[in-house]
């Protein structure tokens, strides 16, 4: 394999500085956060709703809350609380290290080289186009189809294009995970989130969807503008990316390299091109979740090296060398996901609800919903799956907002702009971990990048609730 196929993607944390920086250990981070969460277990009374089956998926009673005596986690049970969020997230984990050897596959097939090599040539003076389009896909995707944790594979995809334009790590980056993350927030017809939150809510499935579609727009544009001028800002100063001049070395790399699509190589990105219709028949026919797109990723794997004539024991080599690039990441997930083990231990978390919920009734209709929104967002840090956050919070949300005058559809969109936005900051999220993982990010560096774009999204939010009440945003 070429130098600059080793080059052209690159799963390891590179991270070359000119001067010194504070920053984060995210694992540090995330280990004071699992503290913090046991001493709340013997601070805070402990209570629980109690769980019912509903249109065939487990939520709680709104009116069956109940305190109950308290269970402070002691010190070996945190500790335990490691290795269990290992397992209970164990499904995103393996997926991720899938994909990293996946990746570590058809990278050593030279495919990606080649096809960066090529669509480099082909976007020659027309790149800023590239912004917009591709983010518009995966917009759509999350949008339309709930995709999340399958747009991670196109991130090492897309960060060599984007090194070859002249942009940087953080805009390829950014096409795929701020993309996706402009559908969850909107989600016009999201399946796994505003589909599950109405059914919740008793809604009619995806209706109020003109007010979404508006709002899908607003931060589309406004999402793309901000990549798109942190873009152009790295092209015509490469030392001003998130890595300075270190994503200039390879970009020059990229740039110089004159390499050509075989018919070999074309063969590899049609059945990735197969692959890929195949997972969205599969996921909105079928209900594919990680584990089936999964198993479609390693068999294609194999059909990647016997295309590129790959042989066993460098195939092996591939996929192992790619996988372990993404251990650390994939252990950030299970440490993320042990601070919900210890809260939900600790039974602390039905009780937040219900204190907030009981605090709400006794302020005006426009302050609750103020108030609705910002637990949702706070709620979400928690609790950053969107699927378990709408069937966590809106048995109880819906039925209180009839008691405030504010209607459940009002809820629901407190419930969507809460959801996305969180995905793309809070370091609890698996999927956003992954990503940040596999390009090579440090989450204290993209969350100083991303803070304007989430604060213009937070402020549009609080508006786009607000003015959901002042019209009484209705099922339509």
């Known amino acids: 394999m070429s130098q600059v196929s ?10 070359k500085k000119e001067k010194k920086e504070w920053k984060i250990n995210v694992f540090a981070m995330l280990l004071v956060l699992l503290v913090i969460a046991a001493v709340i277990t013997h601070i805070l009374p402990a209570g629980k709703y109690e769980q019912i089956e509903k249109n065939g998926y487990t939520t709680v009673d709104p009116n069956s809350f109940k305190w109950i005596e308290s269970t402070p ?190 018919k070999r190589h074309k063969w590899i990105l049609t059945a990735f091109l197969i692959n890929y219709i195949i997972l969205v028949f599969g996921v909105i026919k079928y209900e594919w979740y990680i584990k089936e797109i999964a198993a479609l990723f390693i068999i294609l794997t194999i059909i990647i090296a016997i295309l590129g004539k790959i042989s066993l024991d460098d195939t092996v080599e591939s996929f192992t060398q790619g996988s372990a690039s993404l251990i650390g990441g994939a252990l950030i997930i299970g440490v993320s996901r042990a601070i919900l083990v210890v809260l939900n231990q600790g039974h602390i978390i039905d009780p937040l609800l219900y204190q907030v919920s009981e605090e709400m009734k006794h302020v005006s209709p426009f302050l609750s919903v103020v108030g609705m929104y910002n637990f949702q967002v706070a709620i979400h840090f928690i609790l950053a799956s969107g699927s378990g956050h709408a069937m966590l919070t809106m048995p109880i949300m819906a039925p209180l907002a009839d008691l405030l005058d504010i209607t459940r559809q009002t809820a629901v969109l407190s419930f969507s702009f809460a959801d996305g936005i969180g995905n793309i900051i809070f370091p609890t999220g698996g999927t956003l971990m992954a990503g940040l993982a596999i390009a090579g990010i440090s989450w204290t560096r993209w969350a100083r990048w991303i803070l304007p774009l989430i604060l213009i999204e937070y402020s549009i939010g609080l508006i786009a609730v607000i003015i959901a009440h002042l019209i009484g945003y209705g099922p339509s």
């Open 73 to 262: 986690l002691g010190f070996f049970d945190t500790v335990k609380s490691i290795p269990t969020g290992m397992v209970e997230a164990a499904n995103i984990i393996f997926f991720i290290l899938i994909i990293g050897g996946f990746f570590g596959v058809l990278k050593a097939s030279g495919t990606v080289e080649a096809l960066v090599s090529t669509m480099a040539k082909k976007l020659a003076n027309r790149e800023k186009l590239m912004i917009p389009i591709i983010m518009l896909f995966f917009a759509l995707g999350g949008s339309l189809m709930g995709m999340a944790e399958e747009a991670l594979v196109y991130v090492p995809l897309f960060i060599p294009l984007a090194l070859a334009v002249g942009f940087d790590t953080i805009t390829g980056t950014a096409m795929v995970l701020v993309g996706a993350s402009v559908g969850f927030t909107t989600a016009i017809m999201n399946p796994f989130t505003v589909g599950l939150a109405q059914g919740i809510a008793g809604l009619p499935m995806y209706s109020g969807m003109g007010f979404r579609l508006v709002l899908f727009v607003v931060i589309y544009v406004i999402a793309v503008t901000f990549v798109y001028r942190h873009a152009m800002k790295v092209k015509r100063d490469p030392a001003s990316g998130i890595y300075g001049k270190f994503d200039t070395n390879k970009q020059d790399s990229l740039l110089t390299a004159k390499v050509e699509l075989t």
């Open 6 to 15: 080793e080059k052209a993607v690159s799963f390891e944390p590179e991270e």
